[in-house]
């Protein structure tokens, strides 16, 4: 266009800055904005929604609010919905007195909120369990003749069941209902939560049973809900015949669908079971994520099958996942178990080649493993370096280096440090504290003898 001499328009500008907001790409758009200006054009109030709504969706809270004035001071008077853009997005940042106090603003400007003004105020009281300030939220809207649409009584049901008052949520429901507003799949899921969460499965059946009934097809969440429930129940049988039901009629099943029956097959020691699983997801499944492999790394581990384990790690490093210090701790702590505390070490050693810091989780694994191998003074020596890199040791790894060391018959080492962590602040856990105990008894008895 510009070539050819084709002078582009606000209308161009805004489609463009639009463009980029929806794929996340804000500094370009904040770029593409200032060049807009500097040309000489004068944005208007669609320019300037699009660029407030694109800081506000990637969470941009303070240039979000700085970018606000800035409408205010070039003469343009935000509408209710700029307002509520910003509003949303202190709620989602925990800034409930800086929600509240541009609310008030707003209200104080003579504009005059609306449902979605309530509405994320509702949300975010309800989510930091401020019942007063959402009473009193209610209460204000009745004044203003502002009626609860569907998404304020999800807020309510959800928060009511987080909470574990389900009773309460589904006389919620039946308000709800007498008001003319039929229940969707979010009130749904929030009551089949509600009754997973109290492990009240049988409940939870039938309201996933009636949401069927009444026309409203559940969505992969409902799924996951209910799979999640039967697994923490030990239901585990009951998962897979709802997982097994997806593919025959519901949707398609997503990344936390597999995690959450490969998570409950682990907890259960079927192993086996989660790789097939696993094997099927890579075959016709989501793509795994981190989640995914370190659940199967775990359970993997746990279950004594290092072979596989390093397999799975070779490739989870060979792959495009950008692999943490979690999932190195998973595979160290495997290995010092199993007694392989060399490879253990190698692997503690390549963390820093891979541009990683050990964390006090670390540490702790590889002290444990030294002391389990009755190589204490190796464990104390790395105990001693957490420092020099920058990793303090907490009362975890106090507890474990002298467990250590009375385990290794150190007790004069064991009683020193002991005194240096009760120093610093740090007590023994019972562990520590038994094995002190058994010393102090075992000492009387040889006196006694």
Known sequence: MLKLGVEPTVVTFSTLINGLCNQ?????????????????????????????????????????????????????????????????????????????????????????????????????????????????????????????????????????????????????????????????????????????????????????????????????????????????????????ELFHQIAQNGPIPDTVTYNTLMQGMCQFGRVIAACELFKTMLASGPVPNLVTCLILLDGLCTRGKLEVALKLFRAMQNSRLKLNVASYNILIDGLCKAGNIEVGKELFHKLSVNGLKPNVYTYAIMINGFCRDGLPDEAYQLFRSMEDNDCLPDSFCYNVMIQGFLRNGYTLKATQLLSEMVGKGFSANLCTATLILDLILRSNDSILV
């Open 24 to 240: 996340s790409k804000i500094s370009q758009a904040v770029s593409l904005f200032d060049e807009m200006i500097g040309r000489g054009y004068q944005p208007d109030l669609i320019v300037y929604s699009t660029m407030l709504n694109g800081l506000c969706k990637t969470e941009n809270t303070d240039r979000a609010v700085r970018f606000l004035r800035m409408i205010e001071e070039r003469g343009f008077e935000p509408n209710i919905v700029a307002y509520n853009t910003v509003i949303d997005c202190l709620c989602k940042n925990s800034l409930l007195k800086e929600a509240f106090d541009l609310f008030s603003e707003v209200k104080d400007k003579g504009i005059r909120p609306n449902i979605v003004s309530y509405n994320c105020l509702i949300h975010a009281t309800c989510n930091l369990g401020q019942q007063k300030e959402t009473r009193q939220l209610l209460n204000e809207m009745v004044d203003n003749n502002i009626s609860c649409d569907i998404v304020t009584y999800n807020i309510l049901i959800d928060a009511h069941c987080k909470e574990a008052m389900v009773s309460e949520a589904e006389d919620i429901v039946d308000t709800m209902i007498k008001q003319g507003i039929e229940p969707d799949v979010v009130t749904y899921n929030a009551i089949i939560n509600g009754h997973c969460l109290q492990n009240q499965m049988g409940k939870a059946k039938r309201v996933f049973s009636l949401m069927i009934e009444k026309g409203c097809a559940p969505d992969i969440l409902s799924y996951n809900i209910m799979i999640n429930g039967y697994c923490k129940s030990k239901r585990l049988d009951e998962a897979m």
